[in-house]
Antibody, heavy 121, light 107 residues
Framework: EVQLLESGGGLGQTGGSLRLSCAAS????????MSWVRHAPGKGLEWVSA????????YYADSVKGRFTISRDNSRNTLYLQMNSLRAEDTAVYYC??????????????WGQGTLVFVSS | EVVMTQSPATLSVSPGEGATLSCRAS??????LAWYQQRPGQAPRLLIY???TRATGVPARFSGSGSGTEFTLTISSLQSEDFAVYYC?????????FGQGTRLEIK
């Protein structure tokens, strides 16, 4: 059974940092692209960042580029999101999402339950 | 950035009836489009990918169509568990983008 378990959310300060983790199990982690998607209160889903299976390529939404860094440790089956220079508008539930196989790797067939990040001054 | 626009924002339908949700891309995305369902307090669930392929375990009452800039999600004979928010997502261009969602509510 595929499982994605996020951790690391909580209260962050404006201008501060948080690091999210996503522990994956039930599939060969190193074979799949992964992403972070967030859901701010009262808003729709927003894709945040993605990383290829090998970790060799990463992608970011303009809203987080230069502030957030996605990475993965395939030996630990874990995905990370380093969040720096936090802003109030980063407040959201952050989901870890597994990419599908093949050409639709940037669609997400499994999601974690999410971790809440609240940014306050 | 490819802007995805969903309509309507809210759709009120009676159980047992059908529903049609629309998604328009600001530029062509070929068939690189997915649909997700999100129930309150839950993570999104993949319904459709490649515009018209149902994901594993998705009931046959869900169907997707379209290509280029115009896409449709059709749900026949709505069940109580289908009342949720639905999002489209394009994966043809970076950055990946979602529509703002359509809320499907019980009439």
């Amino acid at each position: 059974e595929v499982q994605l378990l996020e951790s690391g959310g909580g209260l962050g300060q404006t201008g501060g940092s948080l690091r999210l983790s996503c522990a994956a199990s039930g599939f060969i982690f190193s074979n799949y692209a992964m992403s972070w998607v967030r859901h701010a209160p009262g808003k729709g889903l927003e894709w945040v960042s993605a990383i290829r299976d090998s970790g060799g390529s990463t992608y970011y939404a303009d809203s987080v580029k230069g502030r957030f860094t996605i990475s993965r440790d395939n030996s630990r089956n874990t995905l990370y999101l380093q969040m720096n220079s936090l802003r109030a508008e980063d407040t959201a539930v952050y989901y870890c999402a597994k990419g599908r196989a093949g050409s639709s790797k940037w669609n997400f067939d499994y999601w974690g339950q999410g971790t809440l990040v609240f940014v306050s001054s | 950035e490819v802007v995805m626009t969903q309509s309507p924002a809210t759709l009120s339908v009676s159980p047992g009836e059908g529903a049609t949700l629309s998604c328009r891309a600001s530029q062509g995305v070929s068939s690189n489009l997915a649909w997700y369902q999100q129930r309150p307090g839950q993570a999104p669930r993949l319904l459709i990918y490649d515009a018209s392929t149902r994901a594993t375990g998705v009931p046959a009452r869900f169907s997707g169509s379209g290509s280029g800039t115009e896409f449709t999600l059709t749900i026949s004979s709505l069940q109580s568990e289908d009342f949720a928010v639905y999002y489209c997502q394009q994966n043809n261009n970076w950055p990946l983008t979602f529509g703002q969602g359509t809320r499907l509510e019980i009439k």
